[in-house]
Each structure stands twice: as C-alpha cells, then as structure tokens.
Nanobody, 119 residues
Framework: QAQLVESGGGLVQAGGSLRLSCVAS????????MGWYRQAPGKQRELVAG???????NYADSVKGRFTISRDNAMNTVYLQMNSLEPEDTAVYYC?????????????WGQGTQVTVSS
C-alpha cells in the first residue's frame, strides 16, 4: 500500500503564487509517473501537469508558462509551483502517482488540497 499526502494549498490573490507538495509513502518499490490534477466545482477532474521518473514533463495548455512541476525521486515527492495565478485556477488539486509495489503498478490519489484565487 501507498499513501499520498498533499500540502501547500490556500487562498491567494490573482497574480500571486503557491507551491504544492505531495509526498508518497508506504511499501513503494518505485514511482513511475507523478502528476497533479484539479477539479473545479461542476467540472470534471483534469490533468494539470505530469512528470516521469526521468524528468519529462507535460502541462495543460491553460497552465503552460505559469506552472512548473518537479520531483525529488529520493524523497518520493512531487511539487507544483504555481505563478501568475488566475481566478480560473481555483479548484481542489489532487496528486496522483503510478506506484510499483512488487511487480504490479497501482494508481494512488491524495486527498486533495484547496486552491482559491481571488480576483
């Protein structure tokens, strides 16, 4: 089993910055892809950014140039630096990790952290 714990959400004014962190723990052999998703009220959960164990990244078009995803493989941690935040970024942000436990891969989710951007 593995657990993901997010931190760093909060309330910020438009144009401000926040940094989200997500730590994975448990019986982890290795972690392949880690990513951040978000879900705004009344909308489907969407991918914000993802990063492989080798450091390759991908971003949603809406956050390119403003958000940066990074990870510390030794610490099983993924970060999301969010700059130039907009009210449209308001959502619950979820961490996801594709975790190898033994010879099987599992998908785990964090509990979510609220990000609110005021105009």
């Amino acid at each position: 089993q593995a657990q993901l714990v997010e931190s760093g959400g909060g309330l910020v004014q438009a144009g401000g910055s926040l940094r989200l962190s997500c730590v994975a723990s448990g019986s982890i052999f290795s972690i392949n892809v880690m990513g951040w998703y978000r879900q705004a009220p009344g909308k489907q959960r969407e991918l914000v950014a993802g990063i492989t164990s080798g450091g390759s990244t991908n971003y949603a078009d809406s956050v390119k140039g403003r958000f940066t995803i990074s990870r510390d493989n030794a610490m099983n941690t993924v970060y999301l630096q969010m700059n130039s935040l907009e009210p449209e970024d308001t959502a619950v942000y979820y961490c996801n990790a594709q975790v190898w436990i033994g010879n099987l891969e599992y998908s785990y989710w964090g509990q979510g952290t609220q990000v609110t951007v005021s105009s």
